[in-house]
């Protein structure tokens, strides 16, 4: 999707409605991952910390804004960096309100209603934005434009929700093992059928339009349909499941630097004009030249804003005790949710260095494996070490194993690695006794609180406020 996208501002094809309106659906397949995948996390995790939220925010703003200051443009030219941030920090208030309460479908479900509800409320009047933006300009003089906003928060004002109510679906899916339910087999053959006729009805829609204004007008209401049926097809077999491409999964994993940084490295003129390095008349040399600096840049500008947001947003680690029986007891448990996460068909957005791990759900390219867990969460090939170190043997009926494969389910109980018995024998008590006391004469200095690595955090803060505003007062 991205280097459609890319080649799709190159070449300038936004005055063409065939291909503007295919492009707004994969902006939209974006947005749709980003609803699925931290909707997945918060479900899952539970986790709606400051270093969380921090973590996501500078990650994707990080570049956006650095550019806007150096290159004296606005942050808004950008869009998607404000897009995304925004429909985090929604996802964000919808499963933190009443946290607790997030095991009740009837409840979650309600409270991404209303949260629909309220932003097609908000959306729907342009004076709320014109306030909002006159009051920013007021504290912090960013020209900010609230037509421009309004026009893009509400093109894909559903796909986020549709993405968050597909996660919980999902989600109960595997709880309750729909897929063993006898008639699953006739919904899934009725799925692909249905999942084609859908693709061309859209693609029969959006090329019968007048104009891409007029499709502009249904857009939220549609785009759905062509994601979805997208995603089952992705999803129709085993062999589609388990199969991708690295070169797209490269380019995925970057996508937002490739989104960011065209503008200054690819085209020119802000989106206006081409980056010209080779004689205008050589434009294959040209454009081969300009693509190579272009993404070998962004993947340099990737690694460096990983590398930025773990040292500004990340807390100095404090792990128990390596003999202590909470440490071995909490691996065994997060071995077992990420089994369990990883036990179903879901969507993959592309490898990610361990340096990203804690980070946002970028957007994008969409791809679909039987071993991904949840949507940008970063690589997890190396969970499995756990059960590998403690040296216990994963034990699976290999007669059971092709008929759970085919409906993409495995039995988790039968991978969790088994809990040490209680009952040792005298020696073996005798030598653990001794290598405690060991250990423990020798122990390390202790790592720091949490109150003071919250404190190291906002230190980091502090010193990035004064940075920036330093710049505001240069620029």
């Avoid at 063993?180 to 999942?195: E, K």
């Avoid at 969970?383 to 403690?390: C, I, L, N, T, Y």
Wanted: aromatic fraction near 16%.
């Amino acid at each position: 999707m991205q280097l459609v996208i890319l080649v799709y501002h190159y070449m300038n094809a936004s005055t063409v409605s065939a291909i503007y309106n295919p492009v707004r659906v994969m902006v939209s397949m974006y947005l749709f991952l980003t609803g699925y995948g931290h909707f997945y996390y918060f479900y899952k995790k539970g986790d709606f910390g400051l270093v969380r939220v921090t973590n996501i925010l500078f990650r994707i703003n990080v570049l956006a804004v650095s550019l806007a200051y150096v290159m004296g443009t606005s942050y808004m030219v950008y869009y998607f960096a404000p897009l995304t941030s925004a429909w985090f920090l929604i996802v964000w208030v919808v499963m933190r309100i009443g946290a607790a309460r997030n095991r009740e479908t009837k409840f979650v479900v309600a409270k991404i209603i209303v949260a629909a509800t309220v932003c097609v409320v908000i959306n729907h009047y342009e004076a709320f934005w014109d306030t909002l933006f006159r009051f920013l300009y007021s504290m912090f003089r960013v020209e900010w434009s609230a037509k421009e906003w309004r026009f893009r928060f509400g093109l894909d004002i559903y796909i986020v929700f549709v993405g968050m109510l597909f996660a919980l679906a999902t989600i109960k899916c595997q709880q309750h093992q729909w897929h063993l339910h006898p008639r699953f087999g006739t919904f899934r053959r009725l799925a692909i059928l249905l999942s084609p006729a859908a693709l061309v009805w859209y693609f029969w829609y959006e090329t019968t339009r007048e104009s891409k204004f007029v499709y502009n007008h249904t857009h939220p209401y549609i785009s759905f349909i062509p994601i979805l049926a997208f995603v089952c097809l992705r999803n129709s077999t085993k062999l589609l499941r388990s199969v991708h491409s690295r070169f797209f999964a490269y380019i995925g994993r970057e996508s937002l630097e490739l989104f960011v940084a065209q503008f200054h490295l690819w085209l020119a003129d802000d989106t206006k004009g081409l980056l010209v390095l080779v004689h205008p008349r050589l434009w294959y040399i040209n454009f081969a030249v300009t693509s190579f600096v272009f993404i070998a840049l962004c993947d340099y500008l990737y690694w460096s804003t990983a590398i930025l947001t773990n040292w500004f947003c990340s807390l100095p680690p404090s792990h128990p005790s390596p003999l202590s029986p909470s440490s071995s007891l909490s691996s065994l448990s997060s071995s077992s949710s990420s089994s369990s996460s990883s036990s179903s068909p879901s969507l993959e957005t592309g490898r990610r260095s361990p340096a990203t791990a804690n980070n946002q759900c970028l957007p994008v390219t969409i791809a679909t494996t039987a071993s991904s867990p949840t949507v940008g969460r970063g690589s997890r090939d190396s969970e499995g070490s756990v059960a590998a170190d403690m040296h216990h043997s994963v034990v699976i009926n290999e007669k059971d194993r092709s008929s759970r494969e085919e409906t993409g389910y495995v039995d988790l109980m039968k991978q969790l690695p088994s809990l040490p018995s209680p009952e040792h024998d005298s020696n073996d008590h005798s030598n653990e006794e001794s290598e405690k006391k060991s250990v423990f004469a020798h122990a390390q200095p202790s790592l720091p609180s949490v109150s003071s690595a919250s404190l190291c955090l906002a230190f980091r803060w502090f010193i990035t406020l004064l940075i920036v505003a330093a710049l505001n007062w240069l620029y």
